[in-house]
């Protein structure tokens, strides 16, 4: 799960990218990461999180996730850190990319995210229904769309959420882009929020690769918002 400072909870994005994609984990394949992700707020740079998460192939168009926080209860005095919820989901494409027209790839991609740890207790569980989108034409790749969450408790909001990318394979190993994205209200106390970010993925061979993004609030900034993410991906 990578998320910006400015968006609350975001759950298994599209890594490097906050926002997500259709393309599901080619069938009988795992897509693995262990990453690093933090936020400044207010000027003030918290102790990063780190986590994994574990993407499966289960059947063809459909991927299994899982996603799981190496410390999963930063405490009160850990201001600005990147909280990450134990989370899981499945994707199921139901639109397949025509190569040689502009029909796009699409997948829906349901998911729960569980507050874990004791500075967590009487958080609420967390379902997010996004839809997603994405063509490529040449070298170029454009992915988006955006879902519906349900975040109870007390003084929380139901909330919508949208992102849009744009991927650009400049060679045949490095790979760079820019994203859009933003959620609506998620408390009677906050606003909307917005953002852009750049987001980066270097193929060491076909298994190993290198991703990271880092993105800052345009709207609803508490001062110098602002956060990355960096992870180590394994595919095979």
Known sequence: MLAA????????????????????TPTGQ????????????????????AGAEINYGALPDTQVSFSFPVNPDPGPDSYG???????????YRFIEEDDDGWRPQVAVFPQISVPVGPNQHGEPVNWLFPLWAQKTV??????????????????????????VGLADQVTKIFQIGPEV?????????????????????????????????ANTAVDNRKEDDFSFNFALKWTG
């Open 138 to 163: 040449g070298r170029f790749t454009a992915f988006g769309g955006g879902g519906y969450t349900l975040n109870p408790g007390v003084d929380n909001r139901d909330y919508l959420s949208w992102g």
């Open 81 to 91: 850190m990147v909280w990450i919820p134990l989370g899981g989901g499945v994707k």
């Open 5 to 24: 400072a400015s968006v609350a909870r975001s759950a298994l994005a599209g890594p490097p990218w906050v926002t997500d994609d259709p393309e599901p």
């Open 181 to 213: 994205f933003g959620v609506s209200r998620t408390s009677v106390t906050d606003g909307a929020s917005n953002a852009v970010g750049l987001g980066a993925i270097y193929d060491f061979s076909d298994n190993w690769h290198i991703v990271g993004s």
């Open 30 to 49: 795992f897509e693995n990461y262990a990453f690093v992700q933090g936020s400044r707020v207010g000027g003030t740079l918290g102790a990063p999180a």
